[in-house]
Each structure stands twice: as structure tokens, then as C-alpha cells.
Antibody, heavy 118, light 106 residues
Framework: QVQLMQSGAEVKKPGASVRVSCKAL????????IYWLRQAAGQGPEWMGW????????GYALQFQNRVRMTRNISTSTAYMELGSLRSEDAAVYYC???????????WGQGTLVTVSS | DIQMTQSPSSVSASVGDRVTITCRAS??????LAWYQQKPGKAPKLLIF???SLQSGVPSRFSGTGSGTDFTLTISSLQSEDFATYYC?????????FGQGTRLEI
């Protein structure tokens, strides 16, 4: 079955880092870029950036530029998103998604809840 | 950055009704627009890409129109499973911002 499987919920203290994984199943990982998005409670999704699994090239939204890093492990078909210097405003559900036609997101992970609390 | 504005923010309707949701981009984006449906506790689901192309498996009662800055999503005859929140997303240039959402209620 074609799916993106994300890692489990995380609880982090302010100032810490979090790493979320996203494993591609049922399709060729290298064939599609991966987007990372997040959604705070009661808000719309927020686009964070993209990664090309072949080249490892990335692009980040300006507000995350200095503290986000998107990487991949081709051998395990897994993408990673690491966000540092966490603050309370970073508490959200984080999603990976597959970049499809016209830059839409046709396949989403189930989401990873990140809680930031002292 | 391109800002996306949806209206209305919420709408009440009944099964069988026709509903239209509007999305406006702060600058022209040609047809680089997607629509998503989201139910509580679930990831968004792609409905429409390229402003008017129906994603595989999505019922034909969903349709999208528009180009440039103004776009609409129409549900021709509401079914009970359509009550959810709908988002537009511009896909023309990074960052691919979403609208604030339209909550469709019974």
C-alpha cells in the first residue's frame, strides 16, 4: 500500500531539537520530492520546505531557514526533518507529504504531534 | 510571499445543497492552486490540483474553477461525508501558503 509512515509523538523542552522521520512505502522514494508542513491546533497547514531525495537538495521557508534541516536516507526510503531551538509556538502536528502534479500534495503522512513544554 | 484568503470562514448547509468556497491570491498564480479537505484528527486530502483537475478517486460532485487570483471550489450536492474543513493552497512559488480554511457545517 502506498503510504508515508511517520515517527511517533514527541515532547521537547524549549531550546531543544526534534527530529521527525517519514518512511515511504509502496512507491519509489527517489521519484518524488518530499514536502514538510506543520499545523498548529485550530490553524491551517503551514508549508515548511521541500527536499529532493535524489540530490538531497532542499528549500526552506524563510521563517525556518536558520533552524530547520531536511535530510534523507535513500537505502531506507526515509526522509527526516529536524527543527532546532524549539519554542512554545512550534507545538504542532508535523506532516510529510509527497510532491505531485502542479506541486500539490497527493500523499500525506499520518502526522507527528510535537509538544514543547518545560 | 503570496497570501491566500478564503471566504467564507464557515458555512452551514444541508445534505443535497450546492456550496461554493472562494479563494483569492494576493498576486497572480496562473492555475497553480490546489484544494484539500480535512477532517478532525486526519491529514488533509487532495481534492483538486491545477485549479480544476480532479484528483483520482475524488467524487465528481467536487469541482474547481479559476485562474490568476480568483478561484472557487464547488460541491454540487452535499453528502454527509463532505462536512469538513476545506483549504486552498497556492503552488506557484515558495512558500506554498494555505488559506485559513472554510469550515463546512451541517
Amino acid at each position: 500500500q502506498v503510504q508515508l509512515m511517520q515517527s511517533g509523538a514527541e515532547v521537547k523542552k524549549p531550546g531543544a531539537s526534534v527530529r521527525v522521520s517519514c518512511k515511504a512505502l509502496g512507491y519509489t522514494f527517489n521519484d518524488y520530492d518530499i514536502y514538510w508542513l506543520r499545523q498548529a491546533a485550530g490553524q491551517g497547514p503551514e508549508w515548511m520546505g521541500w527536499m529532493n531525495p535524489n540530490s538531497g537538495n532542499t528549500g526552506y521557508a524563510l521563517q525556518f531557514q536558520n533552524r530547520v534541516r531536511m535530510t534523507r536516507n535513500i537505502s531506507t526510503s526515509t526522509a527526516y526533518m529536524e527543527l532546532g531551538s524549539l519554542r512554545s509556538e512550534d507545538a504542532a502536528v508535523y506532516y510529510c507529504a509527497r510532491r505531485a502534479r502542479y506541486n500539490s500534495c497527493d500523499l500525506w503522512g499520518q502526522g507527528t504531534l510535537v509538544t514543547v513544554s518545560s | 510571499d503570496i497570501q491566500m484568503t478564503q471566504s467564507p470562514s464557515s458555512v452551514s448547509a444541508s445534505v443535497g445543497d450546492r456550496v461554493t468556497i472562494t479563494c483569492r491570491a494576493s498576486q497572480p498564480i496562473s492555475n497553480w492552486l490546489a484544494w484539500y479537505q480535512q477532517k478532525p484528527g486526519k491529514a488533509p486530502k487532495l481534492l483538486i490540483f491545477a485549479a480544476s483537475s480532479l484528483q483520482s478517486g475524488v467524487p465528481s460532485r467536487f469541482s474547481g474553477t479559476g485562474s490568476g487570483t480568483d478561484f472557487t471550489l464547488t460541491i454540487s450536492s452535499l453528502q454527509s461525508e463532505d462536512f469538513a474543513t476545506y483549504y486552498c493552497q497556492q503552488a506557484n512559488s515558495f512558500p506554498h501558503r494555505f488559506g485559513q480554511g472554510t469550515r463546512l457545517e451541517i
